[in-house]
């Protein structure tokens, strides 16, 4: 069956370093009228689902590890189920592993059941992505590519059938990703940016994780002018 895009927008805030932002995300439900793939849920699990409906959740998808990617994704994972068998699977790249367990870390000190806690100290995610990686859902497939700069394991999936890359936090509508303004490592992340755009077809749509869709022609006309950026930041 055919594949479509159905995206849903939620907000909320992200603490990095002690500091809160207020973000409004963007989390795309890949999939047919019997299943679907979710892309970085956020915040309000409920709104998810209830795009999501009868479906099955194949898996979900994290293109990074940064809290707000993290904050509802096991509510999205289990869609209603109790048995963790029945659990979509979570991935996630390795090279945010440090991200994925200081989270559920600190849920687990704030969890005052023991057994509870524990798990949560233990938890891990279903399947770590890597570069070259392909999903299929429908007659779609999602090709991973490992974009770090962002966060070390930021990764963007491209579609050829969908004619589509969704591209995180990596990048947005005329600019690199970042959450408040504030960037991780610019240098690595233009250079990803760079790597990922320059052979990509320039009508290609990129559907992002914060803002306003946009083309591959449009942000790698852009990219160039991001190098005063990366100044800045030094």
């Given at each position: 069956m055919d594949a479509?895009?159905?995206q849903v927008v939620t907000s909320g805030q992200?603490?990095?370093?002690?500091?809160?932002y207020d973000v409004e995300n963007n989390t795309y439900l890949i999939g047919?009228?019997?299943?679907?793939i979710v892309i970085d849920p956020a915040y309000d699990a409920e709104a998810i689902l209830k795009e999501v409906g009868d479906r099955e959740v194949m898996a979900v998808l994290l293109t990074d590890g940064n809290e707000h990617h993290l904050n509802v994704v096991l509510e999205v994972a289990a869609a209603g189920e109790e048995d963790e068998e029945n659990w979509?699977?979570?991935?996630l790249h390795r090279a945010d592993r440090l991200l994925w367990r200081e989270f559920?870390?600190?849920?687990?000190?704030?969890?005052e059941d023991e057994d509870d806690a524990k798990a949560l100290r233990s938890l891990e995610p279903d399947i770590w992505l890597e570069d070259g990686g392909v999903f299929e859902i429908g007659d779609a497939q999602l090709e991973i590519m490992h974009t770090p700069g962002h966060t070390p394991g930021s990764v963007c999936v491209i579609s050829e059938q969908l004619g589509t890359l969704f591209?995180?936090?990596?990048?947005?509508?005329?600019?690199?990703?970042s959450i408040g303004g504030v960037y991780e490592d610019l240098r690595q992340q233009l250079n990803s940016i760079g790597a990922l755009l320059t052979p990509l077809p320039k009508e290609l749509k990129v559907l992002p994780a914060q803002g306003e869709e946009t083309t591959v022609g449009e942000e790698d006309s852009r990219w160039e002018t991001w190098g005063a950026l990366a100044q800045e930041d030094d």
């Open positions: 479509r895009i159905e992200l603490t990095l370093d002690d500091t809160d047919d009228d019997d299943e679907v979509a699977p979570i991935a559920f870390g600190r849920l687990a000190k704030e969890e591209s995180g936090d990596t990048l947005h509508r005329g600019r690199p990703g």
